[in-house]
């Protein structure tokens, strides 16, 4: 018989008394604020950078140190499957931004007896094989897919996400990111009729950035 599965008892086996996991905790605000220190203390870095929108900018969030971060993943992941509606069939993000995300809430809906699969868009079609651009288990023709980023800046790279998976025939009419740069990528979304929300917003990284 499936049962509830409790994050802090199943974290402690085999782990050592003095380990900090933080990322079990059942306290969802402590969650997010411990989410938002490692954003602060591993992705966040100030100078001078080069977007890939080809922006320039006087700061960089490099998600993948927090999304590839074992207690950054399942933070991630036991916060972004709440904000999914009931009725999603399936979390799905361009390569290579949203790769681990996707895969993490993918397994945490599992454990939370919600199971949700998750799709990899390519940027380019594969060269061999079905040459697909999506990867990932066949939904059914207008499955509901909620597309995930680490950080949307002017909001196209999702978009690119959003368009191969119309185009391969589900139902996308929402965007979930870690991060808002705020710099254009919220009201693109609402241009185009996109549902969008985000964990963070930049405004808040950077305060807590100076108070830490």
Known sequence: MVGSFNFSTAMTIGTPAHSDIWATTSDIKLLRQQLLDLFCNKAY???????SSGQRATYYINGKQVTLHPQGSLAIARLLLPMLPLDTDAVAGLTLGADPIVAAVSVVSAIE??????????????????????????????????????????GQSAMKAVERLRGAGYSVDR??????????????????????????????????????
């Open 45 to 51: 870095q100030e100078g001078d950078f080069v977007l």
């Open 113 to 154: 007896n919600r199971p949700i699969p998750a799709l990899i868009i390519r940027k380019e079609a594969k060269g061999h094989g079905t040459k697909a651009y999506i990867e990932g288990p066949n939904l059914p023709e207008g499955a509901k897919v909620v597309v995930l980023e680490d950080v949307v800046t002017t």
């Open 175 to 212: 965007v979930i990111s870690l991060v808002d740069r705020e710099q254009g990528g919220a009201e693109f979304y609402q241009s185009v009729g996109l549902k969008f929300e985000a964990v963070f917003s930049i405004r808040e990284i950077q305060e807590r950035y100076k108070n830490l």
